[in-house]
T-cell receptor
Framework: AQSVTQLGSHVSVSEGALVLLRCNYS??????LFWYVQYPNQGLQLLLK??????LVKGINGFEAEFKKSETSFHLTKPSAHMSDAAEYFC???????????FGTGTRLTIIP | DADVTQTPRNRITKTGKRIMLECSQT?????MYWYRQDPGLGLQLIYY???????NKGEISDGYSVSRQAQAKFSLSLESAIPNQTALYFC??????????????FGPGTRLTVL
């Protein structure tokens, strides 16, 4: 079985500051890991995904995430927040070879002008 | 994503009513999914379908049924709606020919309120 824990249901950062959204996972087999973003009144869209290989994954809109097996973490970062980053962010895990995604409970990111 | 459409976008209904939520896609994907989103709970998988003849239950299928009328259409039904089915419902698609892990593409959602 697999699960995802997102620490902090709400995170606020100032415009231009570092964004750090935390995700820890548990999986009985090597996982695929994802970050999705949901803008207000929209569906989810993929930010980035980890498969195998390089542990630092770059995504869209300047976001990146690092897979740390020893810490079972896949935290999302962006060096400089922009107002347009305000959204809800979901971490998700899928066991290797399995189609089904298990989502975390989400983190709502607010950007302070 | 404009390629995955959901109708209606908003619906208010009463306890005990039958309701159908529809999902259509023009992406040509063969895999389709229904999720519900509740505040503070993230998304939970209700049903998924890998092709027209292959339908599978997800984590929370009780009280729901689905129909895959064609490759492009996947409907979710609530036979007798109850208030705790009030939620935001999302349809998603993915392409079997893509290498795993396959990205899922989400529709804009249907906000359902059961009074």
């Amino acid at each position: 079985a697999q699960s995802v824990t997102q620490l902090g249901s709400h995170v606020s950062v100032s415009e231009g500051a570092l964004v750090l959204l935390r995700c820890n996972y548990s999986s009985s087999v090597p996982p695929y890991l994802f970050w999705y973003v949901q803008y207000p009144n929209q569906g989810l869209q993929l930010l980035l995904k980890y498969t195998t290989g390089a542990t630092l994954v770059k995504g869209i809109n300047g976001f990146e995430a690092e897979f740390k097996k020893s810490e079972t973490s896949f935290h999302l970062t962006k060096p400089s927040a922009h107002m347009s980053d305000a959204a809800e962010y979901f971490c998700a895990v899928s066991p290797f070879g399995n189609e089904k995604l298990t989502f975390g409970t989400g983190t709502r990111l607010t950007i302070i002008p | 994503d404009a390629d995955v459409t959901q109708t209606p976008r908003n619906r208010i209904t009463k306890t005990g009513k039958r309701i159908m939520l529809e999902c259509s896609q023009t992406k040509g994907h063969d895999r389709m999914y229904w999720y519900r989103q509740d505040p503070g709970l993230g998304l939970q998988l209700i049903y998924y379908s890998f092709d027209v003849k292959d339908i599978n239950k997800g984590e929370i299928s009780d009280g729901y049924s689905v129909s895959r009328q064609a490759q492009a259409k996947f409907s979710l039904s609530l036979e007798s709606a109850i208030p705790n089915q009030t939620a935001l419902y999302f349809c998603a698609t993915s392409e079997a020919r893509d290498s795993p892990p396959r990205e899922q593409f989400f529709g804009p959602g249907t906000r359902l309120t059961v009074l």
